[in-house]
């Protein structure tokens, strides 16, 4: 589990370690890890040019003694200066070294021997503002961003791309793109969150010592151990209500493909067993692609709506928004069972306060499913752009007014949990970007709910093998949602495999 941590906490911890060690010692550490990432970038050191952007701050210091470690072992390196003034002692460690210090803050732009330095180089090493920046990059900064962005040259990071947002990965104008980022001490939450992690490229952490003196984390992002360990086992004793019963309420006549995709999603994710309402047309259709489930047709005008005696139930999803589905809604979430919540239940829930108030006093778990959209139905002062911009600062928010894990879909799947650390799927891809796939999430985390995970660890599993799946069926092909179906069972054999073989790794 790689953990990030607020900026404020990273800097209180920086100053309690610096306290106690000589001056410099944190710098030249960080540089020392910088400059062997860095040389493994290139095809060799020795002769090899490097040319680093260097702003006034830390970052820039790092940069400096960086590319003088570098200029040590036979590397050319420029370091190109963003303002007047840089890190004094990186600077004469650089020149010391033989390198030289080029101005790339004239009125004019760019000087052609600052583009012949970005454009003529093996690897350019970006220390232009770091994790206390805000908002995006101007004067001589966006302009050698820019020139960065666009050299052939590889582009190193030094602790996160210059122009994202440390703490939310906000990208609000010009921002460096990276081909790797080295970071120090901890991750930051933005390395993690779009846009901010797809300027990142390759994360690599680099130990400072600073461990001991951070809190717990703000932030996680899981890999395939960690879901590993959280997924429910098969003992030999297992049998089909031990596995879970989930009661699916999704689909209608007019969407019955909600249905059959959710209900595809559960079976797929290990389901003891479904349980299905719905109208007669859609309830053919389900049990037509899934003989196993247990379906009833159900009347949302007369029939008792509750959930019955389930594990958990799933709702919303090609639903509908009639008054008869309010009723529904209504009566599921005056149930103690766990709840997840998908499209047109959450439409409801924002179109109705007396629903709403309802999920902070549920008894039993909540969770939400929505993307931007859907989402902004719920914070009725943030729209859909506000939300994509920053994603964590809405969904953790979300998630204490309503007291209810929330999944923010998106590019970055967030999920919040009250007074808990955020967490990032890291399996993310542009090929669940297709109608459906949201319905085959909510069948795979309703499955993990029914076999009595929390919430919280529900949705970060389902997550992760939901976009695992999109990778690994079609080969990273097109796929439609229907292919999940199939890539379920992949990633859930990945992910099993992957706890063998760290267990046989490490002895344990």
């Not at 944190?26 to 910088?34: D, E, F, P, V, Y």
């Not at 949201?438 to 985390?445: H, K, R, T, Y």
């Amino acid at each position: 589990m790689r953990s990030a941590h607020n900026v404020n906490v990273v800097r209180e911890a920086e100053r309690r370690l610096m306290d106690r060690l000589p001056e410099g010692t944190l710098m030249r550490r960080a540089a020392t890890g910088l400059a062997i990432h860095c040389s493994r970038m290139l095809p060799r050191v020795y002769g090899s040019r490097v040319t680093l952007l260097v702003g006034g701050g830390d970052n820039g210091g790092d940069a400096l003694y960086a590319g003088a470690n570098l200029a040590a072992r036979g590397a050319f390196v420029r370091a190109v200066a963003a303002g007047r003034r840089i890190h004094e002692d990186g600077a004469a460690a650089l020149r010391a070294r033989g390198g030289r210090i080029l101005s790339g803050a004239s009125e004019d732009g760019p000087t052609d021997q600052v583009r012949a330095a970005l454009f003529d180089t093996d690897v350019i090493v970006d220390g232009l503002v770091g994790i206390g920046g805000r908002g995006g990059l101007r004067g001589p900064h966006a302009a050698l961003a820019t020139l960065a962005t666009n050299s052939p040259a590889p582009v190193v990071a030094v602790d996160l791309p210059s122009g994202v947002d440390a703490q939310t990965g906000e990208v609000a104008g010009h921002a460096v793109r990276a081909e790797a980022t080295v970071t120090f001490g901890t991750y930051k939450p933005g390395l993690f969150v779009d846009p901010g992690a797809e300027r990142a490229g390759r994360v690599h952490f680099v130990d400072i010592g600073l461990g001991p003196e951070l809190p717990g984390a703000d932030l996680h992002r899981p890999g395939a151990v960690d879901i590993a360990r959280l997924l429910p086992g098969l003992g030999a004793e297992a049998d089909k209500y031990r596995r879970g019963v989930l009661a699916v309420r999704a689909g209608s006549d007019r969407y019955p493909g909600a249905a059959v995709l959710c209900v595809g999603g559960a079976l797929r994710t290990g389901v003891g067993m479904v349980r299905y309402g719905g109208g007669e047309e859609v309830l053919s259709q389900v049990i037509a692609h899934w003989p196993e489930t247990v379906g009833a047709r159900l009347d949302l005008e007369g029939d008792d709506l509750s959930p019955g005696r389930v594990a958990a139930v799933v709702v919303g999803s090609g639903r509908g928004t009639e008054p008869a589905n309010a009723d529904e809604l209504r009566a599921v979430l005056e149930s103690d069972r766990p709840v997840l919540l998908d499209a047109d239940a959450i439409t409801l829930l924002g179109a109705d306060e007396g629903l709403a108030a309802l999920l902070p006093e549920r008894s039993g778990h909540t969770l939400l499913t929505p993307h931007a959209g859907e989402l902004s139905r719920l914070l009725p002062d943030s729209d859909r752009a506000d939300i994509e911009a920053r994603r964590l600062e809405h969904v953790t928010r979300a998630a204490e007014l309503y007291r209810a894990t929330v999944l923010l879909k998106g590019s970055t799947t967030l999920i919040a949990h009250p007074d808990a650390p955020t967490v990032a799927n890291p399996t993310g891809t542009p090929l669940l970007a297709t109608a459906g796939s949201g319905d085959v999430l909510s069948g795979a985390a309703g499955a993990l709910l029914a076999a009595g995970l929390p919430p919280q660890e529900a949705a970060m599993c389902a997550a992760y093998l939901h976009g695992r799946a999109a990778e690994l069926v079609r080969a990273g092909a097109p796929i439609s949602a229907s292919d999940l179906l199939e890539g379920l069972p992949l990633a859930l054999r990945e992910v099993r495999a992957s706890e063998g073989a760290w267990r046989g790794a490490t002895g344990s």
